[in-house]
Every structure is written in C-alpha cells, then in structure tokens.
C-alpha cells in the first residue's frame, strides 16, 4: 500500500516539474483598476501591487500592458499553486518512506 502511494506520489511530482518548466514570463502581484474619483468611476487606471524581498511595491501601469501583465500575474499564481502542491507531496513523500524504513527495520 505504502509502496504504491510512493510510486503515485513520485508521478504526480514529475508531472508538477514538467507543468512548471511550461511556465513563460511571470510576476508576482495583483493588478487593479483604481479610480482618482471613485464615487463617479472617473478617471480610471491600473495598477500592480507586490511584496518582493519583504518590501511593499506599487507600480502604475499603461493600458497597452494590461493583458501582458494579466498574463503574467496568472502564471506567477500557477506557479506558486505548483510549488504548494509540489511541498505537499514531498513531505507526504518523505513521511511515507520514514515509515517503510522503520517498519522493515523493526521486521
């Protein structure tokens, strides 16, 4: 059983690595439209807020890279979902062969 939950476990994994070497250009943040009058929606513009090296950064951005950005704030948000699931597995991964390594020993 535990041998098969590996071996599945290992899958999923390789798979992950192959989703992340797929991903392009990326950014962390999230992209906003503002108003400079938001009673009325006037005057509207984007802007990308972030963290980077623990320091809060925000930066205005043209409406012609609107959709770039988009883009890339969603791959940056996949690449992260990956890299959670990846942890996640490995350390199921390593618990599980802990296991099989003390249930043998004790045999």
Not at 37 to 49: A, C, M, T, V
């Amino acid at each position: 059983m535990a041998d098969s939950r590996l071996g599945n476990i290992e899958k999923q994994i390789e798979r992950i690595k192959r989703q992340l070497q797929e991903i392009g250009e990326m950014r962390p943040g999230s992209l906003t439209k503002q108003y400079r009058k938001p009673n009325d929606k006037q005057w509207g513009f984007y802007q990308l807020s972030y963290t980077y090296k623990m320091k809060s950064k925000t930066e205005y951005v043209r409406p012609q890279h609107i959709a770039d950005l988009k883009a890339q704030v969603k791959a940056y948000k996949k690449f992260r979902s990956l890299v959670e699931t990846w942890v996640a597995l490995a350390i199921e991964h390593s618990k599980l062969k802990i296991n099989l390594a003390n249930r043998k020993h004790l045999k």
